[in-house]
Structure formats: structure tokens, C-alpha cells
């Protein structure tokens, strides 16, 4: 079956949705979801989203905030578009009648999270803030966006002149093939490679593999963010205890109820993700178990009323003041690079979201700027595709060249567990270096034939292709820098000061810039 439409969005995220509701006033626009809408890691947030709202507060203060956490391996013009563009968007938002939560005069309530300077973290609902911000989007959709739910992405296709053109889908009703002017890659992240995640199983890195296949560079692919506080029952992460449960007054205790962060870190329980997530990383390896101290926080329930539920759920009695958490596989920081109006280096092919490196999140993300760079760069995409309009005329479809069979790969399970172990919060080279030659090859993966795949054995080559660029790009960056440490040299390198490991047809390459441009189309594009 063939789908002809302008535009094209891979993904149901924030960012997705975002850039559909501005296209959909210009273009027909087809969204193709792995799920649907409401499975996504945007719609479950409960953290808020970062932007300068406050008198108190200003721009240079989120962007010096945004660099630190990073360990300042970022794209600096990137981080000032974020930042700036991001607060603009969220006050035309609250403008347009975005309901968020207020104090008793009616200004935002403004949370504090780990490694932020200021109050400036803007809540809905509670801890509902994804799926207000995701029905917010929803409401403003016109009759040219079609949703496309339960189909699995996964051949991009190219023209003859190597512009991206469409899609393959499967999905319960077989196969399908998409044609667009533009396709946009809003998938998402990685965290279901591990066996402890945030993320919804079906986060597995499908968009940055899809763009690997064709030829787009990848980047920064070492840096997993790990979230200290997953809830942990029964030996398994069951959701999120977002960090807005300790910019309430939470701390991490141990099964004495002593403090883990005291004598850590300055910042004591709002430290930035990677010392906290270490510090609870360090106290589980010991043997012992973990928790956040709720008891200091009056109202729980009606403050945090989905975290409340989900530890209803999972039989966690609230009164105790106690709720057993571990840390867990959450955002990546790497992905298709992308420029800031969401350029890849194939023509006609974007990627916002998280699925993107535009260079915003540098080695660790500071909280709450997820959200914010969706909205952000999802705008700033859409804008551009506007302005450029649909003027593709070459449809068609250059000749497949993969013939390779499925190579031996790891069960799902075997995946999980093993990216958990040796490309967690802490890394050692003996144990990557076996996992590099236990993963199949980049080139191997580029070859293999798809077409006769089910939807499981597709997922679980999606997996084994982000975990091969992921292991390669850990084993390479030799420093602890940002989300994770590594037992041979636990400091920052300066050696690997503004390096970047990039990924494009089954080679690795080391360079200066996150960004090479050139100007054969009359714009500038990333390419290696």
C-alpha cells in the first residue's frame, strides 16, 4: 500500500507533535507511531519544562546552567537557541492559555531541580506535565494531520539523487510505503536497551538506526543519562520518581535512613544526575538498599498525584516516608546529528527530539531541558520546511544493495542486561571491549535485508545497531566525562576537550566539530 503525502513525522513525541501542528496549517502531513500518541517518553513526563519565566531569573543564568551540567561538551550557538528561542515559545504557550500550575496569586509555581541555579521548572498537573503539554498540542491539530498508530518504521527510503523520500512500515496490517516531500525523524531515544529504563519498551533507538542505514552521520552515542530514581520493586524499575519529588524536599537514604548525598557533592540531593546516579550506583553495589525521604513533604499526594499512583500500584505505602528507588537508563544524549533548524546530512531528512544531536545536551542533560528542546527545535524545523515548501520532484526510489542474512545477535533480554552491566553509570574497558566483539559489525549491520523480517526481529536489529555504535563510542572516549565514569580514568581527559566520535557508513571518525559544512545545496548541511 502507498501513502503519498508533504510531509512526513516518524515519532508522536513532543517534538513530533510540535512541528505537526505548524505544518498541518500549510501541508498534508502523515504521522507514523510505533504506538500511539500516548506512549511516548514526552507524554509520561513528570519532571516540568525548564524556561526563564521569573524576574529573578535570565537566560544567561539557564545557559551557564545547561553548560555545566553538560561538562561543557555542547554546540554553544545551539544552547543559546534552545534556551532563548525555548522561553519565548513557553510564554507564547501560557499566552494561548497552556495551563500550568500557580501559586495564590496566580504567578507559575516554579520547581527547582538538580544542578539549576534558580527556581524555574514549570509543572502542570502536578507531575502530569507531558501529557498536558501532549493534549495541549493535540487540541490545536487541523484535519490535514492523519495519525498513524502500531506501524514500526524501518527502511528510509533514498532517491536517485540521495535525497530522502519516504518510508517502509510494517504494522497489523502488513506492509506500507510512505512518499514525502520531507521526513522528519521524532522517535525518540534508547533507554529500552537496558534492562532497568524510564523509557516505554518500545524506546529502542529505531530512528537513529534508520538514519545510520542510509548514510547520516551519529554522534556522542556514549552518553546515557541514568536517572537516580526509578521506583524499584519486586528486582524490576516499574516508572519514574521524578526529581521534582527532591526539589520538594526529598532526599536519598539509605535502609538506615541515613543521607546518601551528605559529603558528596555541595549540592547536596539536586546535584546533577550523574552524582547523584553514582552515589546510588555505589550504596546498591555495597549491598544495601536505596530510598527517597519523603517524609518531610506535606500533601504528597496531591503534589505528585501520578508518582502517589504508581507506588499505589505497586503496593509502596506512602505513610512509611519511604520509596525504594534504583537508578535506571533514561535519556540520550547522542543520536543524528542535526543542525538547528533539524538538517541532517541526507537531504530532505530531519531529526528533532531525542532523537537528534544538535549538541543542547553536551555529556549529560541538565533536568527538564528535554521537553524544551521538543518544543524548541520541533518549531524551528517546521518554520524552515514551511519557508523551503514541497518542491521534490524526483521520486524515484534509488536501488536496495543490502543482501547480507540476520548476523547471530543477543536475545532482547541478553541485550538488556548485558548493555546494563557494561555500559552503565560505570564502565570498564576489558568488559566493552568484549562486548564490541560480541556485537555484530557496523558494516555487517549496514548490509543486512529487512524485507522479510517480523516486527520483533526488526526491533531487535533496530537494538543491536544503536548497542554497536553505542559500545564503540564508549570503548573510544577514554575519560569519565558527564553521565557515566570509567574505572581506568575517573577524570575528565583534557586530550578529549571538544572531540566529537561521529558515526556515517560503517566508519568512526574522531574530529574538532560536531558540525562540517558544505555548500553543494545551497545550505549548510552536517556531514563527515
Not at 512526513?8 to 505537526?20: D, P, W
Not at 521506583?231 to 546518601?260: M, N, T, Y
Not at 524552515?384 to 524526483?394: A, F, L
Request: charged share 15%; with cysteine; hydrophobic share 40%.
Amino acid at each position: 500500500m502507498d501513502v503519498m503525502t508533504d510531509v512526513l513525522v516518524i515519532g508522536s513525541g513532543i517534538a513530533a507533535l510540535q512541528a505537526s501542528r505548524f505544518l498541518g496549517q500549510h501541508f498534508q502531513v502523515q504521522i507514523i507511531t510505533k504506538s500511539s500518541v500516548k506512549m511516548s517518553s514526552s507524554y509520561r513526563a513528570q519532571g516540568g519544562i525548564a524556561a526563564v519565566t521569573s524576574q529573578k531569573d535570565h537566560p544567561n543564568f539557564h545557559i551557564a546552567d545547561t553548560l555545566t551540567a553538560g561538562e561543557y561538551h555542547h554546540e554553544r550557538r545551539n544552547v543559546e537557541i534552545l534556551i532563548e528561542n525555548g522561553t519565548e515559545i513557553m510564554r507564547d504557550f501560557l499566552a494561548g492559555g497552556l495551563e500550568i500550575d500557580r501559586q495564590a496569586d496566580g504567578s507559575p509555581a516554579l520547581g527547582l531541580e538538580g544542578a539549576h541555579s534558580h527556581h524555574r521548572i514549570l509543572h502542570a498537573g502536578g507531575d502530569c506535565t507531558g501529557q498536558v503539554l501532549i493534549d495541549y498540542l493535540l487540541e490545536q491539530f487541523t484535519s490535514n494531520i492523519v495519525v498513524n498508530c502500531n506501524e514500526m518504521a524501518y527502511e528510509l527510503l533514498l532517491n536517485t539523487d540521495g535525497d530522502c523520500i519516504g518510508v517502509l512500515t510494517k504494522g497489523a496490517k502488513g506492509m506500507k510505503r510512505y512518499l514525502a516531500h520531507h521526513v522528519i525523524l521524532a522517535t525518540g531515544g534508547a533507554g529500552a536497551l537496558y534492562s532497568c529504563t524510564s523509557n516505554f519498551a518500545t524506546n529502542t533507538g529505531d530512528g537513529i538506526a534508520l538514519a545510520y542505514r542510509v548514510g547520516a552521520t551519529i554522534s556522542d552515542m556514549e552518553f546515557m543519562q541514568f536517572h537516580p530514581s526509578l521506583l524499584w520493586c519486586e528486582d524490576q524499575a516499574k516508572g519514574l520518581v521524578s526529581e521534582a519529588v527532591r526539589g520538594a524536599g526529598g532526599i536519598f537514604v539509605d535502609e538506615h535512613r541515613h543521607p546518601i548525598m551528605k559529603g558528596i557533592h555541595e549540592q547536596l540531593d539536586l546535584a546533577p544526575r550523574h552524582i547523584t546516579a553514582h552515589a546510588l550506583f555505589n550504596k546498591r553495589a555495597a549491598g544495601q538498599k536505596t530510598y527517597i525521604d519523603i517524609s518531610s513533604i506535606v500533601h504528597f499526594e496531591e503534589k505528585f498525584p501520578t508518582i502517589a499512583q504508581l507506588c499505589s500500584d505497586n503496593n509502596v505505602n506512602l505513610q512509611d516516608g519511604l520509596i525504594p528507588v534504583a537508578p535506571g537508563s533514561h535519556f540520550l544524549m547522542g543520536g543524528v546529528i542535526a543542525d538547528d533548524m533539524g538538517r541532517t546530512s541526507i537531504p530532505n531528512l530531519y531529526a528533532i527530539g531525542e532523537v537528534a544531536c544538535t549538541g543542547v545536551h553536551g555529556a549529560n542533560r541538565l533536568a527538564s531541558n528535554s521537553l524544551l528542546e521538543g518544543i524548541t527545535f520541533g518549531q524551528r524545523m517546521a518554520q524552515y520546511v514551511i519557508q523551503t515548501g514541497c518542491k521534490q520532484n524526483n521520486f524515484f526510489i534509488a536501488d536496495k544493495t543490502y543482501k547480507q542474512i540476520m548476523p547471530s545477535l543477543f536475545t532482547k533480554n541478553q541485550l538488556q542486561q548485558t548493555m546494563m552491566h557494561t555500559l552503565g553509570i560505570v564502565r570498564n574497558p576489558i568488559d566493552m571491549q568484549q562486548l564490541v566483539q560480541q556485537l555484530p559489525s557496523m558494516q555487517t549491520l549496514l548490509h543486512v535485508d529487512l524485507d522479510g523480517l517480523n516486527l520483533p526481529e526488526l526491533e531487535l536489529y533496530m537494538m543491536h545497531t544503536v548497542a554497536t555504535l553505542m559500545a564503540h563510542a564508549a570503548i573510544t572516549r577514554t575519560e569519565t566525562r558527564g553521565a557515566h565514569i570509567r574505572t581506568d580514568q575517573l577524570q575528565n581527559d583534557k586530550q578529549w576537550v571538544n572531540r566529537w566520535i561521529i558515526f556515517q557508513q560503517g566508519q568512526m571518525k574522531v574530529r574538532n566539530s560536531l558540525y562540517e559544512y558544505h555548500q553543494a545545496r545551497g545550505n549548510a548541511q552536517a556531514i563527515l
